[in-house]
């Protein structure tokens, strides 16, 4: 009896760092660009065991059915999903995109809510929290908040979100952590 070839891997193949995905949804300008900052945090300090992707998509975008479906697409198959706003309710658009890719068979690891300006009506921001935190328990992910220190929004009580304020680094830390367990098990896709 024959016993089957195995064909063996060159030990880089065996060493290849998995990749993970992420997809931000932004405002405007300002929230795209403290989203990328989170992005960057997480490169910085996962970047040496993993390989990282984003794709962002503008809320305004997000009312093009054609192109929501494009994002809700991506956002299903993305190991973290990144929502920047300034606090204010989530429109239409942005609560379609959601539900279309919960409704995907999905397995993202967390999704992250960044907002500004939650103290010009906290009320409203918790709400757009509640909402995207049971967005996190429906889709079993970890779910993250991030409030109000903004780069380049200096105000003498209030530092900024990369300044070494220790919430914010407790967070980011917290999720890179997240991160760092999650990437021990496969998480096998179509493409891989």
């Known amino acids: 009896m024959q016993r089957p070839i195995k064909p063996s891997l060159p030990s880089s193949d065996l060493e290849v760092n998995p990749t993970i995905n992420v ?14 900052k989170t992005y960057d945090f997480l490169v910085e300090h996962l970047g040496r065991e993993c390989q990282f992707t984003n794709s962002m998509w503008k809320f305004g975008v997000l009312s093009i059915p054609k192109l929501r479906e494009m994002a809700a697409k991506d956002a299903a198959t993305a190991d973290i999903i990144i929502v920047s706003c300034h606090g204010h309710e989530l429109g239409p658009e942005v609560k379609a995109w959601t539900e279309l890719w919960l409704a995907e068979n999905s397995h993202p690891i967390a999704l992250v809510a960044l907002f500004d300006r939650a103290e010009d009506d906290p009320h409203q921001t918790q709400a757009v929290r509640a909402y995207l935190a049971s967005v996190a328990e429906r889709a079993q992910m970890e779910f993250f908040a991030q409030p109000d220190q903004w780069p380049g929004r200096k105000r003498a009580e209030e530092p900024s979100l990369f300044s070494r304020d220790l919430d914010t680094e407790k967070t980011l830390s917290t999720l890179a952590g997240v991160m760092e367990r999650d990437m021990n098990f496969p998480r096998w896709g179509i493409n891989e």
Do not use: L, Q, S
């Open 23 to 36: 997809v931000i949804a932004y405002e405007d300008f300002e929230t795209g660009k403290h989203a990328k």
